[in-house]
């Protein structure tokens, strides 16, 4: 995660080839509006959009392809030298990492419903975001990037280790009905959008009821439509690489 400045408000995008023929889009000029800038497959893309979404924000969504390596075009690259999406542009600040974003978007907010201020209920949702951050999604994206150059099955250790942290988020779930207590909150929406990605490659086992429980009250939030219209879009590729593995 980190923050920058950029000043060139006029940066044209370079034409990128895809698969497809088609042409990488060009960028509007910067608005005062909050410009996100990613590609709905990825899940911390649906994270930061479903946690605008809960909070009332409006954000300007600019489309990076990232099955046409959009993202590792000039323009893109100004903004995230990492190459990685999303990316926020708001004013003339750049943040590219999605629990940076939605805790900046939180801010924004009196109403902190999403991550309230007591230091308690904060610590909860700080250790359920790291916990995605540094467990869950590594492990979502290793797959589906092996996944995506034809190596299925996914790598045995990978698989376990996943369940592994399935196990934990389980065993959490036990005690209380979301993740950080008895009501919904960022790591919430986080988390269930790493997690619904990675179950169209690895299924939930049995012992996984918790979880399941927890993944179907989420996707029955309003919010959660937007996820499912990544996960749709995803699945188009997916069944793709299925078909010649």
Avoid at 183 to 210: E, F, G, M, W
């Amino acid at each position: 995660m980190f923050v920058r400045n950029i000043s060139n408000r006029s940066t044209i995008f370079q034409l990128v080839r895809c698969s497809s023929n088609q042409t990488a889009r060009k960028p509007s000029v910067f608005e005062n509006k909050p410009i996100l800038y990613g590609d709905e497959v990825s899940p911390p893309v649906r994270f930061v959009l479903m946690t605008a979404s809960v909070l009332g924000i409006d954000l300007k969504f600019h489309h990076i392809d990232l099955f046409c390596s959009e993202n590792k075009s000039d323009f893109f690259t100004k903004i995230n030298p990492l190459q990685k999406v999303p990316a926020l542009v708001a004013g003339d600040d750049v943040i590219c990492d999605s629990h940076a974003i939605a805790l900046y978007l939180c801010g924004k907010r009196k109403n902190q419903k999403l991550y309230p201020r007591d230091p308690s209920i904060k610590a909860q949702i700080d250790q359920m975001l790291f916990f995605n951050s540094a467990e869950l999604f590594p492990i979502d994206s290793a797959i589906y990037s092996e996944y995506f150059t034809g190596k299925w099955p996914a790598d045995e250790q990978k698989v376990k280790n996943w369940y592994r942290l399935l196990d934990h988020l389980d065993g959490r779930l036990k005690t209380r009905t979301w993740l950080a207590g008895e009501k919904l909150y960022l790591c919430d929406i986080c988390c269930a959008a790493t997690v619904s990605t990675l179950q169209l490659l690895i299924p939930l086992l049995n012992r996984h009821k918790n979880v399941e429980i927890w993944l179907n009250r989420v996707q029955a939030l309003p919010c959660f439509e937007i996820n499912k219209s990544g996960l749709k879009r995803l699945n188009v590729f997916v069944e793709k690489i299925k078909s010649i593995v």
